[in-house]
């Protein structure tokens, strides 16, 4: 029960999302990228996230990173100038989305889940949704 409260709080104050895959535009890009959607007011967990899934893109796909074939972006939902990308991509609050083309895979459950407890299940998460994506 107290497992259950330490990961279900913080999804709902962090107001994460629902793990929804969905197709966003009709580009075609071989470029993968990732974006971390947050509010300004953040809490640990948020901030464990974030910084994890950067990392682990970086150290899964070292290559494709450094060349700007996986790329990674911080976005704040609280500053007006990031709307139009939130609208594009469907976000209406926190969220980690991996996109590549017209493919977007949303995996904000899993990080709510595994970035600060169990951070090789996060990073093998990662790993496969974006060998998915590199398969397409």
Known sequence: MILMLVLVVPMLSCKGQSNNNSAVSDNQSDIIEAYYFHFTARCSTCLTIESSAKENLATLYPNFFNQGLITFQSVNLDEESNNPLAERLGVTGQTLLLVKGNKQINITNEGFLYAVVKP?????????????LLSN
């Open 120 to 132: 090789e299940k996060f990073k093998e998460v990662i790993g496969e949704k974006v060998a998915e």
